[in-house]
């Protein structure tokens, strides 16, 4: 029995074993990415049929969370969300365009998935975002610049609002959020990344958006509170006035 290695190349069964281990991981892996977003939707010339492409679409799985609810992954239901966009010529695969406000019609730069109508949690069950008037213990670090009180200009040089709170990851902890006070007396949220300060004018810059959209952007249920579907129409929003706060920034030279 000793001998086997005798008549048997050890490496290269070895080598084939771990191709073979190989393949299977990429053949799991690629089909549990589809649990989001698939199936696909395609349009033909005779209507829309879906893709699943391979593998196929794996099995419903339900996943328990920390509130004692449940979710199924692919989700069984399909997204309810009409398209508020027509394609740009017949032609099969031609771009959306937007019918209505296409800072708020969920297109292209602008979509975002339908998260859970709730906030973001700590592990104490508190929500993870807040603003720092209902944050105790949190602060602007005094090296930096504290953007409250500072103008919010956009794109084109006009004033849209005056930051009046910072909202803070509590788990990080960072700022994720401007409180934006607009001219129309509503306040909104601006991520932070989606702006630069000038320290010495007292000013936050936003090259995403203009001046007047700042009082469009999506508001809050909950004044003090922002959940993860709010979360996501609100980085939408912003991300949604890269291509389309102006005519020209859709056209080929942007």
Known sequence: MGAITGYFDVAQVVL?????????????LHREDKREGYPLESRTASGRYQIQGFPAIPKPKTYKLADGKTVQSPRPERDPRTILAKESSPALGSPLIPTGNPLLDAVGPGAYALRANHPDLMVDGTPLILPLRASPGFEVASEDP??????????????????SDV????????????????????????????????????????????????????TLANPDQVTMLEEEKITAYYGGGTLYATPARSEPLI
Do not use: C
Request: glycine share 10%; net charge positive.
């Open 167 to 218: 909202w803070v990851d509590r788990a990080e902890p960072q700022i994720r959020y401007l409180e934006v006070a607009v001219t129309t007396g509503r306040t909104v949220l601006l991520p932070i990344h989606f702006s630069t300060f000038s320290p010495a004018s007292r000013r936050v810059n936003v090259k995403s958006i203009l001046g007047a959209q700042f009082a469009t952007a999506p």
């Open 146 to 163: 504290d953007p409250r009180g500072m103008d919010v200009v956009g794109a084109d040089g006009v004033i849209g609002g005056t930051v």
């Open 16 to 28: 084939y074993v771990f191709w073979i281990f190989f393949a299977g991981l990429i053949f799991y």
